[in-house]
């Protein structure tokens, strides 16, 4: 696949990312409606202006921002209603977002800029400062590989455009090797598992907490984590049609509040967070308690600091021929929003 037709391919889902994500907001939404309607005990100072909205959230197993406020005890705080969506990771929700059908959602640090590079009025809005225990490159249980050099030609499993499609390309690099030098499978994480536990794939690149999952479940090993690899942030974005509704950006500046508030909780609660992240997820206690523990974040403030390492990864897939253009990260940054990762310190 081309340079261009890669992303094109990953905008060309977004129709059937609409689609699954419409087939588990009717049941999420009905689900959460209750929990999320707005709260006359809230403090905001938003409340009044947002009573009325209804915030299209996007989320997945690896960030389980649903769960986490349920389990912080904040989700009936939110001074708004909300209608969640499930995906299977970042790019298809991005892309349901670039479709109209999400207004925020938390996903890693390469999926904005895939959104952006495809055209997506997207921006990111909060930022958290991730665990590197977060990433792994897997292989299976009795691999002979163990070392990256000796994935050289080998077949790789990774989901197209995700964090760990970036986590993969800095451990490549890093040995000497690049994309060229190994045959990539894109697929997403129950695949991903299911390939790497069948042999149909050498290797794993994913996060949490399907690391665990394959570790707790597959007795998969880890030739890296994300220690000294990848970038340590992840993000909140949202869609620049949300951002210019006053009301819905007044409910996203309250909702991040909120979410950052949440993972501080979670930091401090890893116990509680992983029961509940259990029953969210259907995982297993036993992976969900390892996955708290790798995966805790805060939320903190879009510095230039932050910026310039998201710029990082663009320019990463761009020099790898991975996108076709070069992408201006400052642009698709807004930074009105970061007093509200404060909550959460």
């Known amino acids: 696949m081309n340079r261009t037709n890669r992303v094109l391919a990953l905008a060309a889902a977004a129709s059937l990312a609409v689609l699954t994500a419409c087939s588990s907001s009717s049941s999420s939404s009905a689900a959460g409606s209750g929990a999320t309607a707005s709260s006359s005990g809230t403090s905001s100072p938003n409340q009044a202006s947002v009573s009325g909205v209804t915030l299209h959230v996007g989320d997945q197993a690896g960030t389980g921002a649903q769960a986490l406020l349920t389990a912080a005890g904040l989700i009936g705080k939110l001074p708004f209603k909300v209608e969640w969506s499930d995906f299977t990771s970042g790019p298809p929700m991005l892309q349901a977002m670039g479709a109209g059908s999400v207004d925020i959602g938390g ?14 009025k997207i921006a990111i809005v909060g930022a958290y400062q991730a665990n590197p225990l977060g990433s792994a490159l897997l292989v299976p249980k009795g691999s002979p590989i163990t070392s990256v050099a000796q994935l050289k030609g080998k077949r790789i499993a990774v989901a197209q455009g995700s964090s760990a499609d970036y986590h993969l390309l800095t451990v490549l690099n890093k040995a000497g090797l690049s994309v060229h030098d190994v045959t990539l499978t894109y697929l997403q994480p129950a695949e991903g598992l299911a390939a790497l536990s069948s042999g149909h794939v050498d290797a794993w690149d994913i996060w949490s907490p399907f690391i665990e999952q394959a570790e707790v479940q597959k007795n998969a090993k880890a030739l890296v984590t994300g220690t000294g ?3 340590p942030y992840s993000f909140a974005v949202a869609s620049r049609a949300a951002l210019a509704d006053p009301a819905k950006a007044a409910a996203i500046k309250d909702y991040l509040a909120l979410v950052a508030q949440a993972h501080a909780w ?10 509940v992240w259990a029953k969210a997820s259907g ?6 308690v390892k996955a708290a523990s790798d995966d805790s974040s805060l939320a903190v403030p879009i510095t230039p600091a932050v910026i310039t390492s998201e710029q990082q990864v663009s320019d990463a897939f761009t020099k790898a021929g991975l996108i076709p253009v070069h992408v201006d990260f400052s642009q698709y940054a807004v930074t009105s929003f970061n007093d509200t990762a404060s909550v959460g310190l």
């Open 107 to 120: 996903v890693g640090n390469a999926p904005p800029v895939f959104a952006a590079a495809g055209g997506s």
């Open 266 to 275: 979670a930091t401090n609660h890893q116990s509680a967070w992983a029961a």
């Open 229 to 231: 690899y990848g970038s």
């Open 283 to 288: 995982l297993p206690d036993t992976v969900m």
